[in-house]
């Protein structure tokens, strides 16, 4: 049995320390937070609840598998909910499209919103990334990041190296098969799953609407952070110690090998394996001493570009929109104008700023435990934004800013058919410094790294570090960001660490 100090309990580091506690090792959470779930977090005031991270679950059946091996069925712990309609869009031209919740009836959908032949279109698209999703899955989603014992995985065919097509964009994949430029768009859209721009990030990106398609976009009754919640739960069931408002100062290195954890304070917690869910630039940057072995994995992050941030809003509003779907995304005119102020690129290459015209996304649950009452909604709302970075960035903390650009997003939504102004109660607003102060994830990156470049995906730090008895779990380690990814990294985890 081996001493196990977990740093962080986002999920990714929940579902690692839920894995090892039912392997039967001594496992510790340390949380800066006073509670569990990192960026699945939830915010309440006045009978008015918000989701403030993920707002909804692709691939439970990675959930499913979690549960399962450390005791009881997913269902027995929280209530999961289909959704059909998955997602509206409405596009710049006014064009509506309510994309089903099921796989079989997304062709007809898009064929009555955009035309004839658009499902069709769609449908040949999703044939190629369901076969990338098949060549990619179990060698690299699945598999530890190991340099060329990676690479010699990954060993295609002639036809697979064809059908990944390492070399394409997202956006070349989107404008070979799709001759709709709402399509395109749509495509693009999926770039900004893993915090990333479609014109650089890889086409295999294509395999994140085939996931939400094939295997279904589902809800937590309750909140998300129900998931956590169950999670960290069954973790404990299996032996785990949970310990929130515990900030971890340093990871321990003797003799060349994780020892522990030192906490604010000064308490010393040994351990034989430290598991880190933390930011992994803030890992090596702040939590490591510096070292030899660690250098490689520092530059590799020098390397690589952040991912974006987000900039929220927690609109708490009186009445009910008839007819608004759960997820509701509003697109722009000029979809590259946002990817080129998010990343400072282009038309603002090397002066990153806030979107003048973002796209916004909607989350409102219809759900009673999000609201004081059937005469009012919770709505979470989203924009793409540049990560916080005072010295070359945007510094999201600058006065008058967050409150400046509040208003604007409002003003967008009430242009784009969405105005709730008159209805608003009051609104909370997040920043990308508020997300690096709440989460410590540099800069407000939800990500970590970015999926820009066909290289990025092997500049991600991996699951096991260079130093002994170290291993990263979570959304800016391998395989990436988002709930099924970090299940993945999770298990990626527990295997490496093995049983007692």
Not at 42 to 64: E, K
Not at 113 to 130: E, F, I, N, V
Not at 219 to 234: D, E
Not at 453 to 463: D, E, I, M, Q, V
């Amino acid at each position: 049995m081996a001493r196990v100090a977990v740093v962080g309990a986002g999920l990714g580091a929940l579902a690692a320390a839920a894995r090892l506690a039912a392997l039967g090792h001594a496992v510790t959470v340390l949380e800066q937070a006073p509670q569990v779930g990192g960026k699945l977090g939830w915010y309440a005031r006045d009978g008015h609840g918000f989701d403030t991270g993920p707002s909804l679950v692709t691939l439970p059946q990675l959930y499913r598998d979690l549960f399962a091996v450390t005791g009881g069925p997913l269902e027995d712990a929280v209530d999961l909910v289909r959704l059909d309609p998955a997602v509206a869009y409405r596009f710049a031209d006014g064009t509506r499209l309510s994309v089903p919740g099921h796989a079989a009836a997304v062709p007809g959908a898009l064929d009555a919103a955009l035309g004839a032949g658009s499902g069709a279109q769609w449908s040949a698209l999703m044939a190629r990334a369901a076969a990338m999703w098949r060549i990619t899955e179990q060698p690299f989603l699945r598999s530890p990041l190991a340099g060329a014992a990676t690479l010699a995985r990954l060993a295609l065919s002639g036809s697979d190296v064809a059908t990944v097509a390492p070399w394409r964009t997202l956006r070349g994949l989107g404008t070979a098969y799709l001759r709709d430029p709402r399509l395109r768009t749509l495509l693009d859209r999926y770039a900004t799953y893993s915090g990333s721009d479609p014109r650089r990030a890889p086409a295999v990106l294509a395999t994140v609407p085939h996931v939400e398609q094939a295997f279904g976009s589902w809800y937590v009754r309750g909140g998300l952070r129900r998931l956590a919640g169950a999670v960290a739960q069954r973790a404990v069931e299996r032996g785990a110690v949970v310990r929130t408002g515990t900030p971890v100062e340093q990871v321990l290195v003797e003799g060349g090998r994780a020892a522990g954890v030192r906490l604010a304070g000064g308490e010393v917690l040994r351990a034989d394996v430290v598991v880190s869910g933390a930011d992994a630039a803030a890992l090596y940057a702040d939590l490591l001493p510096t070292s030899r072995p660690t250098r490689r994995v520092r530059h590799d992050l020098a390397r690589s570009t952040p991912s974006l941030s987000g900039f929220v809003l927690l609109l708490a509003l009186r009445g009910r929109t008839p007819g608004l779907a759960h997820h509701t995304v509003l697109f722009p005119d000029d979809y590259d104008a946002e990817f080129d102020a998010v990343f400072g690129v282009g038309r603002f290459r090397g002066a990153p700023r806030p979107v003048a015209d973002p796209t916004v996304y909607v989350s409102a649950p219809d759900d009673p435990a999000t609201r004081p009452d059937d005469a009012s909604e919770s709505w979470f709302v989203l924009v793409n934004a540049p990560r916080h970075d005072p010295a070359g960035g945007v510094d999201w903390d600058a006065p008058g800013l967050a409150d400046r650009y509040a208003r604007q997003v409002l003003e967008v939504m009430a242009r784009r058919g969405l105005d709730v102004r008159d209805r608003v109660r009051w609104c909370v607003v997040r920043t990308p410094a508020d997300l690096e102060r709440d989460t410590r994830s540099v800069g407000g990156s939800i990500y970590g790294t970015s999926s820009n470049g066909a290289r990025a995906a092997f500049l991600r730090p991996g699951n096991a570090s260079p130093v002994p008895g170290l291993f990263l779990v979570g959304g800016s380690s391998h395989p990436g960001g988002g709930l099924p990814l970090v299940a993945l990294s999770a298990e990626i985890v527990a295997g490496l660490v093995g049983p007692a």
